[in-house]
């Protein structure tokens, strides 16, 4: 693998600059960014809608020679919009000369603890670099991505130490030419607090916010007969 | 006994109309009754992952179009077939359209753990099986495990059984006959 020149970050979220994937993928763009590296930031949400921005975005992903996919699990795999991008970029790209000099680079964080109930995302994505011909460097899987909430990484202090460590290490490795190492992998899956509070804050976060809205008795709602 | 069929296939000419031909034939004439939404013909917006489904209208999607009445079909079935060509392992952005827009409605926020993992906890006291069919044009181990695998993990996510199996392009309609019946039966029928 040679060392990126361009990156392109699409950021998969329907929330998009809001949201954890955002958070993520910025980071790590801009330990990039401190090392040379071109780039350019996309929010699929936005994309897909105009028949222009969506030119825009696969003439951003031809141009680009680092291409970073940072997305939530959506029910155990991508959101609608991103396996939508997959499929373009597949039909715009395939065939085309020196595709193995494009690396992708997938993240993907869920709402569960569990890093590893990402698995099945990561997987689409490498198939898809590999049916397409490009050069696979790698996949990070985050649980635990309520603890972000689409802030940014250096405001969130010891809790996502973990995280950051681990895109640092992924930066310098693409930079090295080489791929995602095992370090980082494992660093980007373990949670920065432990997994009963986490679950315990979560639950307590919807009840809290259900009180905000009013809407507290009708959670439990089981508005269609079955 | 009811059936809702979702037809993930992006054109008219994917053999992902055949399947779900041969799949409704079959279901009618053992007397199922059979709602079929092609899923390219509809008006489905993108989950915009708001939570509104949790938090605004505890259970109903806060976006008006068909994927709106999506978690009702789904808890008013006793069967839900995904019928989609195998996109990169999973499934098409068709379909995955769909499915998107209803599994935060008919579950609840809460967490819960499901055989030591975290899920959401059910809505409901039970959730139609799922059986999904995926259309490869040949054989491919990697993308018929990765379909394989995501299918049943939806399946534990929603709380029921689910079953997958592939059928391809080539098949002949008695094969995928035999495909659809086979895995038909693997879920109780």
Known sequence: ?226 | MKALVLNGSKTEKEAVNSVSDYLVDFLRTNNYEVDVMVLRDEKIASCLGCFGCWLNTPGECVIKDAGSDLPRKVIQSDYVFLLTSVTFGMYSSELKKALDRFPCPVLLPFFKRINGEIHHAPRYDKYPSLVAIGVLPNPDEESEQTFATLVGRNGINLHTNAISSIVYSNDKPDVIKEKIVAAFSKVGV
């Open chain 1, 1 to 226: 693998m040679q060392r990126p020149i361009h990156a392109a970050l699409l950021v998969g979220s329907p929330r998009g600059p809001n949201s954890t994937s955002n958070s993520l993928g910025t980071y790590l763009l801009e330990k990039l960014e401190q090392q040379g590296v071109t780039s350019e930031k996309v929010y699929l949400s936005q994309c897909l809608g105009s028949e222009e921005k969506k030119d825009a975005m696969l003439r951003l992903v031809d141009e680009s020679d680092l291409i970073i996919f940072a997305f939530p699990l959506y029910v155990d795999s991508l959101h609608s919009q991103v396996i939508k991008t997959l499929e373009l970029i597949a039909e715009y790209e395939m065939g085309k000369l020196n595709l193995d000099k494009k690396k992708i680079v997938a993240i993907s964080n869920n709402g569960f603890p569990e890093a590893k109930q990402n698995e099945i995302a990561l997987a689409v994505c490498r198939i898809f670099a590999k049916q397409v011909g490009f050069t696979w460097a790698g996949g990070l899987a985050m649980g635990g991505g309520g603890m972000i909430s689409g802030r940014p990484l250096n405001e969130l202090g010891g809790m996502v130490r973990n995280q950051k460590k681990a895109l640092e290490i992924a930066a310098e490795s693409l930079m090295n030419g080489e791929a995602i190492p095992t370090e980082a992998l494992s660093l980007m899956a373990k949670l920065g607090i432990p997994g009963f509070l986490y679950i315990w804050m979560g639950n307590r976060g919807w009840k809290q916010e259900a009180k905000q809205r009013d809407t507290t008795k009708e959670m439990y709602n089981k508005p269609f007969k079955a």
